[in-house]
């Protein structure tokens, strides 16, 4: 996978993409990366990338023009299956399975604003796909950026050691994950499940199963509704 990323701020995404999984990911080719700085696409000597809004309110607003001179360029250099994403608090809600559905294309374009807002016209003007990480606002496209390619990355194959990890993860199958415990047994007083040592197998997994489902009954009933999994 290649995702290119349109920002104001390229230098924020330098150590994260060079640590941890993403970093091993690039190390193996899994995924690349291109950062592509917004202001390079301006054409007036202050190198501006915003403006008042018509007719008054709040902070600045992303102008049109660098954007669009920035993702068409951008785009005539990928292949015709690139997908254009727009980081925004108003965007359809990052979840796990568009999470799946974005680790299955060939390219990604991230495009990260700042200031108070874009203009429309980048929406509705660009064919984009605009992806909200939650329902809060950060100062900018950037950390959200970085937390969708941190969560797509994560599911590209190859990526982590052991694929059984991504699923059984919190999210996958709709449900949240069932408790982990490592040594020691006992830890101030607090002590592992016994089912976890009985080397039971079915019983195990039956009781995994069984705390995924009460865990996300008591904190996240959202996900057990209508089109959530099918619970025994
Ligand atoms: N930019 C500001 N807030 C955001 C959010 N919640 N998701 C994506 N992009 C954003």
Do not use: N
């Amino acid at each position: 996978m290649r995702i290119h990323v349109l920002t104001l701020f390229p230098e924020v995404f330098a150590p994260f993409v060079e640590t941890s999984i993403v970093g091993r990911a690039v190390e193996a080719g899994i995924v690349s990366f291109g950062f592509t700085q917004l202001r390079e696409y301006t054409e007036d000597k202050h190198r501006s990338v915003d403006d008042r809004p018509f007719a008054g309110g709040a902070g600045m607003v992303l102008t049109c023009g660098p954007v669009f001179r920035a993702v068409e360029d951008i785009s005539a250099r990928c292949g015709p299956g690139l997908t254009r994403i727009l980081l925004t608090p108003q965007g359809e809600r990052l979840s796990q399975p568009l999470v799946w559905e974005l680790s299955r294309q060939d390219e990604l374009l991230l495009i990260c604003g700042h200031y108070e807002g874009f203009d429309e016209r980048i929406r509705t003007g660009l064919g984009v796909r605009e992806v909200s990480i939650g329902d809060y606002v950060v100062s900018g496209g950037e950390s959200a950026a970085v937390v969708l390619i941190d969560a797509v990355v994560r599911l590209l194959p190859g990526a982590l050691g052991d694929a059984a990890s991504v699923e059984e993860e919190s999210h996958e199958g709709g449900l949240l994950e069932y408790p982990q415990y490592t040594r020691p047994r006992v830890f101030r007083g607090m002590e592992v499940p016994e089912v976890l040592i009985s080397g039971d197998h079915a019983k195990i997994e039956a009781w995994r199963r069984a705390q995924a489902i009460e865990r996300t009954q008591a904190r996240r009933p959202d996900l057990l509704a209508d089109d959530g999994p099918v619970v025994e």
